[in-house]
């Protein structure tokens, strides 16, 4: 609170930043203004980190460039994310653990593979990923693919309740028949998608999805229809 606002990651205006005097910038990959940074001599930091790893490594990375008591301040702060997501592991309903997930990314058909930070946050719940970690971390599928796959969970950063299943065959899904969909608010997506701090965040809304999706939704098909096949799309 309190604190300028400049603009968006891509338009920042640079006079405005000049203005501030900065003693440190960050930017993400896609920005454009590091080379006149460099010519007026400001001093600036590149972050995109995709992967937990990738996360821990730039926490250190400002950390240093910040020192002071921030390097101690990093590992309080990664200790917070480690001890969280172990609490939301332990809470994954053990009827849940090892069941197999579709994350939708997009209505096209692009899924977050396990390569993906959103993967990665899968399997730290101890689900598992239906794509293959050789097709990387947001491949196009198939539909029938899935229907191969047969996930026991369907989530998706889409807004709104993407119509699965009018879909070739899938409403014989077992995802869908049991009603066993996660769809997350535009907060909890910032929190899945984006390698930062408030992974903890997206962690928790999975493990809430897992515990209320079942009771919460209801099933898009009878029970007792028979499990797809791909004759189904034919």
């Given amino acids: 609170a309190g604190l300028p606002r400049l603009g968006g ?5 640079l006079e405005r930043l ?5 003693d440190l910038v960050l930017l993400p990959e896609a920005a454009r ?6 010519a007026l001599g400001i001093p600036y930091l590149v972050f995109e980190p995709r992967t937990r790893a990738e996360l821990r490594l730039s ?5 240093t460039a910040l020192g002071g008591t921030a390097p101690a301040e990093a590992d309080r702060v990664w200790r917070t994310i480690e001890s969280g997501l172990a609490e939301a592991r332990a809470a994954v309903p053990a009827q849940d653990q090892g069941r197999s997930v579709y994350f939708e990314v997009s209505s096209a058909g692009h899924a977050a593979g396990t390569r993906s930070f959103i993967g990665e946050t899968l399997a730290g719940l101890g689900l598992r990923n239906i794509v293959p970690a050789e097709q990387g971390a947001f491949p196009l599928l198939s539909p ?9 969970w369907i989530m998706s950063t889409e807004a709104g309740r993407p119509d699965w299943g009018s879909r070739p065959g899938w ?4 995802a869908l028949r049991q009603g066993q969909v996660c769809q997350f608010t535009p907060a909890e997506v910032d929190a899945l998608v984006r390698a930062g701090p408030r ?11 897992l515990r209320t999706a079942s009771r919460a939704a209801p099933a898009l098909t009878p029970a007792s229809l028979p499990t ?6 034919r």
């Fill in 9 to 13: 990651l891509g338009d920042t205006p």
């Fill in 18 to 22: 000049v203005a501030l005097r900065p």
């Fill in 33 to 38: 203004i590091g080379p006149r940074l460099d």
């Fill in 59 to 63: 926490l250190d990375r400002l950390a």
């Fill in 144 to 152: 029938e693919f899935v229907l191969r796959a047969d996930p026991d």
């Fill in 171 to 174: 409403r014989g899904l077992k």
């Fill in 199 to 209: 992974l903890v965040a997206g962690a928790r809304a999975v493990l809430e999805c």
């Fill in 228 to 233: 797809p096949t791909l004759e189904a799309v």
